[in-house]
C-alpha cells in the first residue's frame, strides 16, 4: 500500500511556481494528500 | 451480356449458389479483396450479392420455362435490362472474373490520449504534470 501523507498547501515544499499556483488557487488552509512516487511528487486534491 | 446453353444450366446453377453461400459466410467487417481494377469490402458484397441472387432467379425461372414449355435445348440469354431464352444454339458467354487477390485489411482507427505532461495514466485519477510534481483528482466511482 502506498503512503499517502495529509499536508497544509502552506507546508508543501515545492517549486515555488508551482507551490504559488497552488496557494493562489486552494489557499493556505487547504489540505491535499501527497504521495512521493518515484520521479514526482503526486499531490490529490 | 451471359449465354448460357440449357446442357450447362445446372452448373451454373451450383456455381451461383455456391457464390452465395462463400458471400454468406463472408466476414464482411474486416473482409477487403482487389478484384480487378475494384476494391471489394463492406458495402460491395450487398450489391455482389444482390447480383448473384438476380441471376440465380433468371436462370431458375427461365429454365422452369423451358420445362413448362417442353424446350430441351435452348440458349438462356441475360442482358442487363432483359432477359430470353432461344431455341438457337449460341456461343456461351460468360463474363471473364478477374483473379482476386487480398489487400492489407484496414487498420483500426488509432486514438491519441492527452496525458497532460504525466508519463502515465492511472485508474479513477484525473491529473496533469508540472516541474515534476502531478496534481491529481479522483474521480468519484460510478
Not at chain 1, 500500500?1 to 504559488?20: A, F, I, Q, Y
Not at chain 1, 486552494?26 to 499531490?43: A, F, K, N, P, Q
Not at chain 2, 441472387?53 to 429454365?63: D, G, H, K, T, Y
Request: with cysteine.
Amino acid at each position: 500500500m502506498k503512503s499517502l501523507r495529509k499536508v497544509r498547501v502552506s507546508s508543501l515544499n515545492l517549486d515555488k511556481e508551482v507551490k504559488d499556483i497552488l496557494l493562489k488557487v486552494l489557499g493556505e488552509s487547504e489540505t491535499v494528500y501527497i504521495e512521493i512516487l518515484s520521479d514526482r511528487i503526486r499531490i490529490i486534491l | 451480356m451471359i449465354i448460357i446453353n440449357s446442357k450447362n444450366i445446372f452448373n451454373t446453377l451450383r456455381a451461383l449458389r455456391e457464390a452465395q453461400r462463400a458471400l454468406d459466410s463472408t466476414p464482411i467487417v474486416w473482409a477487403r479483396r482487389q478484384v480487378g481494377q475494384y476494391i471489394v469490402q463492406l458495402g460491395t458484397l450487398g450489391h455482389l450479392y444482390n447480383a448473384v441472387n438476380e441471376i440465380l432467379e433468371i436462370v431458375v425461372a427461365a429454365s422452369n420455362m423451358a420445362d413448362n414449355l417442353g424446350i430441351k435445348e435452348y440458349s438462356l440469354v441475360i442482358e442487363p435490362s432483359r432477359a430470353y431464352i432461344t431455341l438457337e444454339q449460341l456461343p456461351e458467354v460468360v463474363p471473364p472474373l478477374p483473379r482476386s487477390s487480398p489487400l492489407e485489411p484496414l487498420r483500426e482507427p488509432t486514438a491519441q490520449i492527452n496525458n497532460f505532461n504525466c508519463p502515465d495514466t492511472t485508474p479513477d485519477l484525473v491529473k496533469f504534470c508540472i516541474k515534476g510534481v502531478e496534481i491529481a483528482y479522483y474521480l468519484g466511482k460510478r
